[in-house]
């Protein structure tokens, strides 16, 4: 805005809709905006020469993330990754092609073949259209005896963008089906969606989990005697409280560096920072919230799933007493006669400091583990 315009005078170059504006970046030719409405995004150019917009063409759909705008230079360097596609970096300049330039080397696993992703949408109980996203084999067949692994999070405003996880293709290899919900309480839809899975309205997180694996079910994807359950950190709650109130979805549930106990999680040294997603316990609606998200006091006599708890002994940020202190409650009130195990890494903490090795290993004992409760046959090098 030059220095003689005001606020109220202002030129509008992008009109405020529906969509999510993630991010905005200013180059000397243009302004490049990348907005969201669903799981999809666009990016797009608006000249400074001109009162419209043009969506610039991306080389397949999933996260678009500016990297480099300059003041001083035309055009912008930009990132783009997808499910099925890993992460490249581009270059665009609208002085000498309207497509944009690859940067990067495309790897013989970058893009592979046989893996799929599908978004589709599934209606809550209360009518609300929840986002998910499948990623499968390519020739997986609608038959009810698929692998497969319902993730969810919903906290923070959080949203799952679309990015490449090569350590997933071991598990699509052995028939999987890996699904995404966006729930509410994370930020696919913008504010009212965080908010709509937040204190409260916590209840919204699993209970839209539990539609999606409803229908999972119903449209053949897999069967209770298939399906796991997986979700880490504040994810906890959605993993803890969909196994609570529906045991008999599930084959298995993962809940990894999960907060369990939501009443005394304001007493951990990192809980005070968590006061604005969840509320305190300090008032008499900000407990009862607390108490009704908290898996660990919502754990009664049922027959649950097989359970595996994964922590870091070194977190700070989600003490690992959430961890043993639910599996302790989860054995004793269990009636399936299934496993409730820990897997405790005393080299780690919350995950993000963890090597790739320590990463692999994880995400190896978490397939295996998915994979032994669902019965599947697991096949490598080509046999069984």
């Not at 499968?136 to 692998?147: E, M, Q, V, W």
């Not at 906290?155 to 028939?175: D, K, V």
């Not at 005697?225 to 609570?244: D, E, H, T």
Request: aromatic residues 8%; neutral net charge; charged residues 15%.
């Amino acid at each position: 805005m030059p220095l003689t315009e005001t606020a109220s005078n202002a030129q509008v170059l992008l009109a405020e809709s529906e969509e999510v504006l993630v991010s905005v970046a200013g180059a000397r030719d243009a302004a490049y905006v990348v907005k969201r409405k669903g799981p999809s995004m666009q990016l797009l150019r608006l000249a400074h020469n001109d009162t419209s917009s043009q969506t610039m063409p991306l080389a397949f759909e999933g996260t678009v993330t500016p990297m480099a705008a300059d003041p001083n230079q035309d055009g912008l360097i930009y990132s783009l990754t997808g499910w099925t596609r890993a992460l490249k970096h581009y270059a665009f300049d609208a002085k000498l092609s309207a497509q944009s330039l690859l940067l990067s080397r495309v790897g013989a696993y970058d893009q592979p073949v046989n893996m799929l992703a599908r978004e589709s949408t599934v209606r809550a109980r209360d009518g609300v259209l929840i986002p998910i996203s499948i990623i499968s084999a390519r020739d997986l067949k609608l038959d009810g005896r698929n692998p497969t692994i319902l993730y969810g999070y919903g906290s923070y405003g959080i949203t799952e963008n679309p990015f490449f996880n090569p350590r997933l293709l071991a598990f699509i290899e052995q028939g999987g089906v890996f699904v995404y919900a966006h729930v509410r309480g994370g930020g696919i839809f913008g504010t009212e969606w965080h908010l709509a899975g937040q204190k409260a309205n916590k209840a919204n997180t699993w209970r839209d989990g539990i539609a999606v694996a409803e229908w999972l079910i119903e449209q053949g994807y897999t069967s209770p005697k298939q399906l796991g359950i997986f979700g880490g950190s504040a994810g906890g709650i959605f993993v803890g409280m969909a196994i609570n109130e529906r045991p008999d979805l599930f084959a298995a549930a993962v809940p990894a560096v999960p907060v369990m106990d939501m009443v005394r999680c304001e007493l951990d040294p990192n809980g005070l920072a968590n006061i604005p997603e969840f509320g305190t316990v300090k008032n008499q609606q900000g407990f009862k919230a607390l108490f009704a998200m908290s898996s660990y006091h919502q754990t009664k006599p049922a027959e649950y799933p097989a359970v595996m708890l994964v922590h870091g002994v070194n977190d700070t940020r989600v003490s690992v007493w959430q961890s043993t202190k639910y599996a302790n409650r989860l054995m004793h009130h269990s009636r399936s006669g299934k496993p409730v195990l820990m897997r405790l890494d005393y080299q780690l903490g919350h995950g993000g400091g963890a090597t790739r090795s320590q990463q692999q290993e994880q995400t190896a004992d978490i397939w295996s583990f998915m994979l032994w409760q669902m019965g599947a046959a697991v096949v490598a090098d080509g046999g069984s």
